[in-house]
C-alpha cells in the first residue's frame, strides 16, 4: 500500500512533469484513490491544519518543497554549444547576412547607419534572412515605458507579421529599412507625466543601434528609444543614452585640459541579480505574495536563514530548482547573455546570476530580458519566480548589485589607477578622476538615493547584508591613505598594497588579499576598478540608476573643466574637491548605532523612505543638474 509520505512525493512529481508519459509514469506508481482530478493528492504527511497554517506563515521551510526526489529526468543533458548565440544579430552571425548585402558586421558598430535610409533597406534585408533562416516570421520594436516595475518583463512590445501579399495575393516575407529604423505607436496609456493625453497621443520609437536585435521563439525583437511627438523621452532608455553621451563628452573635455587625448569613455556595468525560487502552487495560496510581491501577514517560518547554510550551499539536485536554474542560463545563452554565475544566496530559496560586463546600455536590456525568462521559466518548473527586495520578513532580501566603471574608448580603466597611470604616465589623473567622483557622491547623494527608491527595497535597506539607506562611500584605508596625502601635496601613482596570506600549509598555495576589504554595510563602495551600487532593489530597471551615476559624474567632469580653463591648477582644483567632499567616505560599519548621527552631523543625505526620496528629484539643484547636462528638460 502507498504511504503518505509516497503519495506526496509522487504527487510533487507530477506538479513538475512536463510531458502526458511523465505524468503517466508518475500515476502509476499511485491507486486510482490518491488523486482527485489530474494530480491533487489528497494524504499529506501532516495533518490539513498544518497545512492550512502553511498558507499564512509568512516565511518557508527551507527546501521543503524544493528538495522532493524525483526518479526521472525532466531535461535532456545539453552541453553542446550548437545555436548559441545564434538568435543575435551580431558578429559572425550578422556578418554571413550582411555581406551579401555588400556590408560586414563592423557596419553595426557605426551607428550612423540609423541615418542613412539606404543602408538601413540593406540591413533589414540581411535581418530578414537571418530571422525566417531561424524560423522568425514577426519582428517588434521592444521597449522601456516609464514606470514599468510591475509588468511582466518591464518592456513593451507591438509584434508584426513580416507577411505581405503582393496586387495578385501572392504572399511573402518582407522588412523595409525604414520599419526597422522607426515606427509609430501609443503614448498616453503608460505613466507620463502628464506629457501625454488621449487626445494628444503620438508617440515614436527608433532603433537602438548600440544594443543588438535579438530572436527569441518567432519573433525577433528591436531594441528602440521611445519618445513623444514633442521629442520628450517617454522611457527610461533615452534619458540614459543622454546620459552616457553627457559622461563621455565631458570625460573627454577633462582629459584634454589634463593634456591626454582620447576619443571617448564608455560606461561599463555588470548586475548581479538575487530572487527566490518558490512553489508555484504555494505562491498561488498567497494573495498577498501575488497582489503586492511580499508576505504582510502571518507568522515567522520555524527556521529561517540561522547558520547560513543555504549560503552557496551545493543546489539542489533533487529537486526543480537546479533544473530551472540550468534552463534559465540555456535561454539565456540562446540570445547572447553570458549568465555565467549561479549560486544558492543566504535565505532559504533565494539564488543569484550574475553575467560579465558590459556597455551599460545592452547590459540593461539584458537584464530586463534576464528577469523575463526567470519568470517564464521557472513557471515550466512548477515554481515562482519572486523578484521584488522583501518577499518574506525575517530573512535576507534581494538586491541588484550595480557594479560601475568607466573607460575611454579604447579600454583604459578610469577607476584603475595602474591602468590608468601605464596608458598616459601622469599619475595625477587617478586622483583627479577619483576626486571628482567623490564630489559628485557628496552632492547629489540624494538622487542616489531617489534611484534605488523601488517600492520594496525600504524593507530591505539596513539589515541583513543590505547597506543602509544613507548614500556613503567606502574607499578602504590604503585609498583614503592615499588621498589623504594627495591633499597634502604629494603626487605620486596609488599602488594598491596587496598582501600574501600564508596558510601555514606547505601543499596549499599563499593566496593574495587585495588592499580593499569588502564592506557590505556600504552603499557604493569601491572594490578596486570599479563601484558597487548594492543598495540597487531586485525588481529595478537600472536604466535611472545608471542615468543618475553618469550625470553626476558629466557635471563634475565639466565643473573641473570650467575651473581648469578659467586658469586654476588642475591638482588645486582636486584637492579642493577632496577637502570640501571627503566627509561622504565612511569605511566603518554602516550598521553601528553611531554612524547615523555622524552621518547627520556630517551632513550627509539621510532620507529614510522612498517617497521622501522621489521627492528629491524635483529639487532646484537636481532640476539644473537634469537640464543642463541635456537629460531631462526642466
Known sequence: MTSAIQVKVIAGRVGRARTTAQVAQVKAALPTSSFIGKSMPINFAKPATKRSQLAVTQAFEPDRYLGLPMDFPFDEKDDSLDGLGQNVFTGAVADEYLQKEGLSSAILDDHSWVKDVATADKIANAVLAWALDRGATSWTHWFQPMAASFRHGQTAQVQNSLLEFDSEGKPSYKLKGKQLLQSETDGS?????????????????????????????DSFFVPAIFVS???????????????????????TR???????????????IGLEQELFLIPREEYFRRTDLQLTG??????????????????????????????????IQQECYKVGIPLITRHREVAP?????????????????QNLMVMQIMEEVAAKHGLAALLQEKPFAGVNGSGKHNNWSLSTACGTQLLNPTDLTAAFGKPELFPIVMSCIVAGIDKYGDLMRMAIAAPGNDFRLGGMEAPPAVISTYLGDDMTTYLNAFLEGTVEPYE????????????????????????????????????????????????LVNTVLDTIVAEEFNNFSEKVEGGADPLEVARDNLKAHMKCVFN???????????????????????????????????????SKNGIFSA
Request: some cysteine.
Open 496 to 543: 594598491p598594497k596587496s598582501s600574501t596570506i600564508d596558510i601555514a600549509v606547505d601543499c596549499l598555495p599563499n593566496l593574495v588579499s587585495p588592499a580593499e576589504d569588502r564592506n557590505r554595510t556600504s552603499p557604493f563602495p569601491y572594490g578596486g576598478s570599479r563601484f558597487e551600487f548594492r543598495a540597487v532593489g531586485s525588481s529595478q530597471n537600472v536604466s
Open 189 to 217: 496609456s503608460y505613466p507620463n507625466g502628464g506629457m501625454r493625453a488621449t487626445h494628444t497621443a503620438a508617440a515614436y520609437l527608433g532603433v537602438d543601434p548600440t544594443s543588438p536585435i535579438f530572436l527569441r521563439g
Open 349 to 365: 530559496n533565494q539564488y543569484e546570476f550574475a553575467p560579465l560586463f558590459g556597455h551599460v546600455v545592452g547590459q540593461v536590456d
Open 294 to 327: 511580499r508576505t504582510i501577514m502571518g507568522k515567522s517560518a520555524p527556521r529561517g536563514q540561522e547558520g547560513c547554510d543555504h549560503y552557496m550551499g551545493p543546489i539542489n539536485t533533487s529537486g526543480p530548482a537546479l533544473a530551472c536554474m540550468k534552463e
Open 254 to 268: 577633462l582629459f584634454k585640459n589634463l593634456g591626454v587625448e582620447v576619443a571617448g569613455l564608455v560606461n561599463n
Open 588 to 626: 566603518g560599519n554602516g550598521y553601528g548605532d553611531d554612524w547615523l548621527p555622524e552621518a547627520e552631523k556630517r551632513g550627509l543625505f539621510v532620507i529614510p523612505t522612498q517617497p521622501q526620496a522621489i521627492q528629491r528629484f524635483t529639487e532646484p539643484k537636481n532640476v539644473e543638474l537634469f
Open 229 to 251: 511627438w514633442k521629442g520628450d523621452a517617454l522611457d527610461e532608455k533615452t534619458p540614459l543614452h543622454r546620459a552616457v553621451q553627457a559622461m563621455s563628452n565631458s570625460g
